[in-house]
């Protein structure tokens, strides 16, 4: 196509009779060269670090300068960003934010003055106002002169490293991130602890992972991290605890954010309707303490999902592992970079060895050519010699008969530095101390031999020792746990109200003349049932046309299989009734779903929406026509089985049907729902993961107990959070009394409390609230035992471990009750024991009739035929249950 413009136009510049005429110049020659040469630039001097160092050019200029101005004492940063730009060919306030970056991360770096927060996001002071060093860790990991590659600064006027050898996965334990021209990388920092083990493990042959650790905490999902490869994703959290029912309290924050801009980020969730806040209060100093007050009527648990839903609270981080490698970009994962910088910490630990032994045999070399020189007395030899020639001949001459045992040949350098020792070092030669010295470089020289025949093991012990002597107070800080996705239907505020016109079809938030239907959130679907038996779930919006005569609008509730839907319907303009039974989990949003078997003129006789199942029983009443019997009777929908909402139903009567009344309420015929806990999420789910809870019917209820000694009973929501000290949880059995032993801190005492619940969903403290209160044990079993193990006293023997009946040492009394007393001894340890049998009482059944279990609820019938008019719809909640509608089969 380019090409062909082009030659249109060369036609018009060819023609001289044109009036306007155009010159091309072609620029590819000067774009590819120029363009690619600032690309290779920036990719390999700026942006991106080596893997042989973990250094991106500028940070590799920092330490060496900082190292330059090593004399133990802090340096103005000033002083270091000007001694930099002796090696960096860019301006100063990019030398001085790299080393305030390098600084916060409180590893190479011993700074002093204000450098910043990374918390809140404050800036570091200017240059001239901090200083610096190099840290302990830094002089003792980065810095080997005599084992680094050295080349010409950008001017020629000084030598900068090639890279500096860094022992260490110094790339890892900082993380690094970059943007090039048409290439970034973003690599994750990780635990410096984890490293060395890591690492340790790579030399021993076994198998390791590793994941990120941030420095502001926070908790984290790694389930997709894909070792820091392209694709991956990490799931970041801040950590939300509830202080009371009104408040909850952010103690750690994801990476990526400070606290300023996660308050931002709440207050215009907030200003959106989707949460609602009182006040919000911003403690943050060393620590992070950011309170959310909410206001009154609120639920905590509903409100923190919200928060990681919509705010910043909850962020994706999308990690990209790229680094430098023979000057060209390579991308990799952040196993293979561990693997890469521990063999390159091996190959450096052995070129430092090799010129230490270099360097002792040199030393023992030469004090043993010393002690031959001095004890035979071969400097008396050059007495009478008058030529440097002469000088050395006669020096070498003597030497001869005593160097058999030497390693290498004496060489001329050898015997002038012979010609350089003192007079008076020669009048005080010691032979036992020069011994003694050639039997210390002996032995020195043994040892690293063995260190060099036995490398791996070598390089293990120097890794344990970086671990011992720097790995205290760096400890793990992100809390490594899998997330269940947040469903923002579940957790946002309704903060718009639902209205309908039904007899002209009309659903939305501007109708506000027209009939109240709900609160709703402007992220609901709503599901709409007309008089015609069409069906359809649209999103919200001001006003949308659905069809005339709504019979019922509700908000959509994705995969729900509780709420099951009663319907009786006439097919066709004078065809039979049909009753069905049906649940809508899944369809195309914004299509027309014919309930009613697809013949024109049908009509809905009877319709209701029952959340829990209900099945109520109604009465059918027929017009009078010819010589029917039976005008009127009555159908129990607990009768009906719940199937597909494609399901035809089963046949009511073939006559016309006058009207369809209410007889009776119904409950609900859904078995009780089977809960689990997943200790992996802290969350209830309904799915199986986990630990089961138990059965839990509507009015069924959780029994909470924190370490605290709080309790409560709750009901059991999918969208619950749990404190970190809780010790029990389980179904609620009204009449099962709990049994506890505190220790009352006022009276110095243990006491025994047996009690059952008096306020329902109220948590209330049932220990004394003494500060040095404290619950030993908590027991839900019926006829619970416990050990009382005693303290030896002074001058008396230790008494018996006692075992005690709590059934049989109190009486069921109050929560608030204190209690009796265990003992007057000193106690040192309470023991829970095995409970004594007891069979309980079983649970009386909600009703008699037969119940269905929803997880059997199928939304087709198993001969429906795929129907072939599908869906043009971008915009789809599901597509596993869209248009099977044919032919029906009957119940």
Not at 511 to 525: A, F, M
Not at 530 to 539: A, H
Not at 580 to 586: C, I
Request: charged fraction near 30%; glycine fraction near 6%.
């Amino acid at each position: 196509m380019i090409e062909e413009e082009n030659d249109d136009l060369n036609s018009i510049d060819s023609n001289p009779n044109e009036e306007s005429q155009e010159t091309i110049t072609r620029i590819t020659g000067m774009y590819k060269d120029w363009f690619l040469d600032y690309a290779s630039y920036v990719i390999l001097e700026r942006a991106v670090p080596a893997i042989e160092d973990g250094f991106k050019p500028v940070q590799r200029r920092i330490m060496h300068s900082m190292k330059d101005l090593d004399d133990g004492r802090y340096n103005k940063v000033a002083n270091i960003v000007g001694h930099t730009m002796q090696y960096h060919p860019h301006g100063d306030a990019s030398i001085a934010d790299a080393m305030v970056q390098i600084g916060q991360k409180d590893l190479l770096i011993d700074t002093q003055g204000n450098w910043g927060n990374i918390l809140t996001g404050d800036r570091a002071a200017a240059s001239r106002y901090i200083e610096a060093r190099i840290s302990k860790f830094g002089l003792d990991v980065v810095f080997n002169p005599k084992i680094t590659e050295w080349q010409a600064s950008y001017d020629g006027r000084r030598k900068e490293p090639v890279n500096l050898p860094v022992m260490f996965p110094l790339l890892l334990a900082q993380g690094g991130e970059g943007i090039a021209v048409g290439l970034s990388t973003k690599i994750l920092p990780h635990n410096f602890i984890e490293l060395i083990d890591a690492s340790i493990k790579h030399l021993q042959g076994k198998r390791f992972t590793i994941l990120p650790d941030f420095p502001t905490a926070g908790i984290a999902d790694f389930s997709n991290y894909n070792d820091g490869l392209r694709g991956g994703k990490v799931r970041v959290r801040a950590k939300i605890a509830q202080v009371d029912k009104n408040t909850l309290a952010i103690t750690e924050i994801p990476f990526g954010t400070t606290t300023s801009s996660l308050i931002d980020s709440i207050l215009k969730t907030n200003d959106k309707g989707k949460i609602k806040v009182k006040k919000i209060e911003d403690n943050t100093a060393a620590e992070v303490e950011i309170l959310i007050h909410l206001p009154s009527g609120l639920s905590p648990d509903k409100t923190i999902d919200a928060l990681y839903a919509f705010t910043s609270c909850e962020s994706s981080i999308s990690p990209l592992g790229c680094v430098i490698e023979d000057n060209k970009p390579l991308f990799v994962g952040v196993t293979e970079m561990l693997r890469r910088s521990t063999d390159n910490t091996v190959q450096l630990l052995k070129q430092e060895l090799e010129i230490k032994l270099n360097e002792f045999e040199e030393q023992w070399h030469f004090a043993s050519l010393e002690r031959i020189f001095i004890e035979n007395r071969i400097y008396r030899d050059i007495e009478e010699e008058e030529t440097w020639e002469g000088v050395i001949s006669a020096i070498d001459k003597g030497l001869k008969p005593h160097i058999k045992h030497l390693k290498r040949a004496i060489t001329e350098d050898d015997i002038v530095r012979l010609t350089e020792i003192r007079i008076k070092r020669i009048s005080k030669f010691d032979i036992d101390k020069a011994q003694q010295k050639i039997d210390a470089l002996e032995d020195s020289i043994a040892e690293i031999k063995h260190h060099l025949a036995h490398l791996i093991e070598y390089a293990i012990t120097y890794f344990t020792r970086l671990k011992k002597d720097y790995g205290e107070g760096r400890e793990r800080k992100t809390e490594i746990r899998t997330f269940d996705d947040v469903d923002a239907t579940k957790v946002v505020i309704r903060n718009t109200k639902l209205y309908v016109n039904r007899e002209e079809g009309f659903i939305g938030t501007s109708l506000r003349k027209n009939e109240y239907v709900c609160d709703c959130s402007d992220i609901d679907d709503i599901i709409v049932f007309t008089k015609e038996g069409k069906m359809m779930v649209t999103k919200v919006d001001t006003k949308t046309f659905i069809g005339k005569d709504i019979i019922h609008v509700a908000v959509f509730k994705k995969k729900d299989k509780r709420t099951i839907y009663n319907m009786i319907y006439r097919d066709g303009k004078s065809g039979p009734s049909y009753i069905k039974r049906f649940a809508v989990t899944s369809i195309t949003r914004d299509k027309d779903y014919d309930l009613a078997n697809g013949n024109k003129g049908s009509v809905v006789l009877y319709f209701s929406a029952n959340p829990n199942g209900e099945a109520e029983v109604i009465t059918v009443n027929l017009r009078q026509a010819g010589s029917i019997k039976k005008l009127k009777w009555d159908i129990d929908f607990a009768d009906i089985l719940i199937k597909g909402r494609v399901s035809k139903g089963n046949l009511v009567t073939k006559y016309s049907v006058k009207r369809v009344e209410l007889k009776e309420k119904g409950v609900s015929t859904l078995k009780p729902r089977k809960i689990w806990f997943d200790d992996a999420v802290q969350r209830l789910n309904v799915d199986g993961r986990g630990e089961l809870v138990g059965e839990f019917r509507g009015e069924d209820k959780l029994l909470i107990i924190n370490q605290s000694g709080m309790i409560k009973t709750v009901m059991p929501e999918v969208t619950m959070h749990f404190d970190d000290d809780m010790i029990v949880m389980e179904k609620w059995i009204p009449k099962k009394p709990i049994s506890a032993i505190y220790f009352n801190g006022e009276k110095e005492l243990y006491y025994v409390k047996r009690f059952l619940i008096e306020n329902e969903g109220k948590e209330e403290s049932f220990i004394s609230e003494h500060p040095n209160s404290q619950l030993e044990i908590v027991s839900t079993d019926w006829k619970p035992m416990a050990e009382i193990v005693f303290a030896k006293e002074r001058g008396k023997e230790r008494k018996d471990n006692l075992e005690i009946n709590l059934e049989e040492f109190i009486n069921i009394k109050g929560v608030n009750a204190l209690g009796n007393q265990l003992t007057k001894d000193k106690v040192n340890q309470i023991n829970l024991l095995e409970p004594i049998p007891f069979e309980a009482p079983k649970e009386k059944p909600a009703d008699e009739i037969e119940v269905i279990d929803e997880t059997e609820i199928s939304t087709n019938d198993s001969n429906n035929k795929k129907n072939n008019n599908k869906s043009n719809s971008d915009d789809q909640i599901d597509n596993s249950d869209i248009d099977e509608e044919g032919q029906i089969t009957l119940f």
